[in-house]
């Protein structure tokens, strides 16, 4: 969640596995209110403090922003892939779904509420 207008530092877009994932690609799409870019970071490290945060690099990056996509990615059930995408400002109040697909396979869709400001 958070307010129309105001700028997160850290924002982030995580998905947790409920299976092992051995080399899966894993597909974030962020519609069209958030957009990732090359100097955005992400980690599949599941603990904190978190220190193996990783670039995205514009090579992950399709969609104009909209889409980040990683390969071979590995986790154990309950481990995570998070995705930082730094200084982030929030769009107008509304819902706002973002999709997470693993191997092609049927995805998971999660909806983040942006409140009107204040």
Do not use: C, Q
Not at 10 to 24: G, I, K, M, P, R
Not at 25 to 49: C, H, M, N, R, V
Not at 72 to 96: C, F, H, Q, R
């Amino acid at each position: 969640m958070g307010t129309a207008g105001t700028v997160r530092t850290y924002f982030y877009v995580e998905y947790t596995s409920h299976t092992n994932l051995t080399n899966a690609t894993i597909k974030f799409e962020l519609g069209d209110a958030f957009l990732a870019d090359g100097s955005d970071y992400f980690t599949t490290e599941s603990t904190y403090p978190i220190l193996n945060w990783r670039p995205l690099g514009n090579e992950k990056i399709s969609d104009g922003g909209k889409t980040v996509t990683l390969e071979n990615v590995n986790l154990a059930s309950g481990e995570w892939v998070k995705i930082d995408l730094g200084n982030t400002t929030m769009p107008a109040a509304g819902d706002y779904e973002i999709k997470v697909t693993i191997d092609a396979n049927p995805s998971y869709t999660t909806t983040l509420t942006i409140l009107p400001a204040p």
